[in-house]
């Protein structure tokens, strides 16, 4: 007699701002050891699902802005359903951005960093909670905030979160649990994947000022990478980019890093375009990226041993 279980399995996968996410299914069969011990196991696709995409990349609401249109956007091919929330993450020294629901599971020093922030949501409502998203179209969700008289910080924090919602037909249909062999295990795997933007609540004036420290030179998967410290003084977060140039050239770029009030420094790491030569010196700027003028806000030098 031949049997088969097949179940859904379910993971969330968190992008950060502006990263296009794409969720995919997977069919893994799981046969049983054959006699000389050996396991057999394949992997096969089953289909894509929709890459969706959020504008702007991250929204200020102060005492003269209430209101935002936040626009998402279904890059795929595909109808996709999407769950709309607002979640608080905390920011790590590491850059590491972690939801709270998640903190308990971190180490004292971790949870003692995301204690310092300061949820956004008693003032904050979006609107719908859940919508549609025919291929290559896209929606808008309207955010309002307020802010209540005597509010304690100068900045409040949360994240508008889009998650993809797993289809009704995905699991396992009679004719694909019948085609597998006698003893097989049919697992079926569905990532959800989401995106997210930072919704930020001022009550005052921003005040943060910034600096950089050291440097270094670290290996990523991608090859070859600068780790740069960014520091920040102030009540408010940071948010820019980072350039990393030599007196000839632009040899790193990388875009969008914040430095969230819950944390006085964090690192950045800034792959290469190319492997530096050595004693070559590499100047690092970070710099404002908002709606006036780009200015720089830090910088540091480094020298390729």
Known sequence: MRRTLGFLATVL?????????????????????KADGATTQTIAPI???????????????DRTKRTEAVYVFNQGNTPVTVDV???DNAMLPSGEIVPMSRIAERDAAAQATAAKVQSAKPFLLA?????????????????????????????????????????????????????????????????IFGISIPLIVRGGVADATGSMGPISQVTL?????????LRRQGTTSLYGNIELRTAKEVVGVVRGIAVYPEVGERVAQVPLLRPLKKGEIVTATYIADGAGKASPIASGTYTAP
């Not at 008289?149 to 797993?166: F, I, K, N």
């Open 13 to 33: 996968v968190a992008t950060s701002a502006m990263t296009p996410a794409a969720a995919q299914q997977t069919s893994l069969p799981i046969t049983q050891p």
């Open 85 to 87: 929330a607002l979640v």
């Open 47 to 61: 289909s894509a699902a929709a890459n969706i995409n959020l504008t702007p990349r991250r929204v200020i609401f």
């Open 221 to 229: 998967p991608e090859g070859p990478a600068l780790a740069v410290t």
């Open 127 to 191: 609107a719908p909670s859940r919508m549609t998203l025919p291929p290559g179209q896209g929606k808008t969700i309207r955010v309002r905030a307020t802010l209540a008289d005597g509010a304690q910080a100068s900045e409040y924090r949360s994240h508008l979160t889009v998650t993809t919602v797993p289809s009704p037909d995905s699991g396992l249909t009679a004719e694909q649990a019948a085609a597998s062999e006698k003893g097989e295990l049919v697992l079926r795997i569905q990532s």
